[in-house]
């Protein structure tokens, strides 16, 4: 009987110790399920209705395949809302960015140093250019026939901004890289340093070198950045300019175009209306008092100052 016992004994605890295992497993598994751990497509998230001074633009599904974009235009000096138009032409994901409640279709990424030879007191980074569009619309959009990306070397004494030009090109995109020395643009102390030759944006390839060369000529060098910087939270995005787009206070579209366009203006003549000068009527209707038997002064057939006054 007492092994029966300790048997029903250890069986009841063991029982116990898996109870509390798949317990305290349970609880972790819905603590971390519940915890929003960010992703890329979250960090493409760019739902909502988004605007500017000539359109509104509503963007559904943006981190999915089945991305919608619809634009309404406000034509008129916006008395007028037009309907909703769709459009085919879908921007790739890496083509816009998102900071704060402003889109943008012009910015850079952060890349790392890339140097020949290495320099115990410099350090730096590349802002590559990434964004080409010049607007979202119906049709084909415009996009941006050179970019330009900027490479900050920061030494002990100074930091030294170098702006690098890229253009469109007809050849196939490649991984290749190019350099320019800062030995070439006045700097003492001869660095050499590397960037992508070849950018690939919206299905437009961009160089910065021509040809086959690996050398990149005309780098300029600033003093500071052409605009004021505003970076992503983790820094690793910068733009220089004001967003394309801002969040709009609107959440329905449809309801705003209906409510917009029922506002009735009042009604004005189209018919201009010029009041001549009372000095003018006055020399029309020889009404002017006569100064020598004429409205002018001899020789500078110009009128009395108390002729005017009057």
């Known amino acids: 009987m007492d092994w029966l016992l300790k ?3 250890i069986t009841n605890y063991s029982i116990k ?3 509390v295992f798949f317990y305290v497993l349970n609880y972790v598994l819905m ?3 519940s915890q929003d751990v960010p992703t890329t497509t979250q960090s493409f998230n ?3 209705i988004w605007e500017n001074k000539s359109v509104f633009i509503e963007i559904v599904n943006s981190n999915e395949a089945d ?4 634009l309404t235009f406000k034509p008129f000096y916006q008395y007028w809302y037009d309907g909703i138009y769709f459009t085919k032409y879908i921007p790739d994901q890496n083509s816009i960015v998102r900071i704060d409640n402003g889109l943008y279709l012009e910015y850079w990424e952060k890349g790392s140093a890339n140097e020949d030879n290495e320099s115990k007191n410099t350090e730096g980074f590349y802002w590559r250019p990434c964004g080409n569009l010049k607007e979202i619309s119906l049709d084909k959009p415009k996009i941006q ?3 330009t990306g900027y490479y900050v070397l920061n030494t002990e004494d100074n930091a030294s901004i170098y702006a690098i030009r890229y253009w469109i090109s007809s050849v196939d995109y490649s991984n290749d ?9 006045e700097k003492p102390e001869e660095i050499t340093l590397l960037v992508d030759k070849y950018l690939n944006i919206n299905g437009t390839v961009y160089t910065c070198a021509t040809g086959r060369r690996s050398v990149i000529r005309n780098v300029k060098l600033l003093s500071k950045f052409p605009g004021t910087p505003l970076y992503s939270q983790d820094n690793t995005i910068m733009v220089l300019n004001s967003p394309y787009l801002v969040l709009s206070k609107i959440n329905d579209i449809q309801a705003e175009i209906t409510k917009h366009n029922s506002i009735i203006y009042p009604p004005h003549s189209g018919e201009a209306k010029f009041e001549e000068p009372s000095v003018y009527k006055k020399i029309e209707n020889n009404e002017l008092p006569l100064n020598g038997g004429s409205y002018f002064k001899s020789g500078f057939e110009t009128l009395e100052d108390s002729d005017v006054e009057n």
Do not use: H, P, Y
């Open 17 to 19: 110790k898996v109870f």
């Open 67 to 70: 991305i919608n974009i619809s």
């Open 31 to 33: 603590s971390l399920s």
């Open 7 to 9: 048997i029903k004994l």
């Open 145 to 147: 026939q050179e970019l």
């Open 177 to 185: 890289q190019a350099s320019f020395t800062t030995n070439n643009i």
């Open 46 to 48: 760019i739902d909502g």
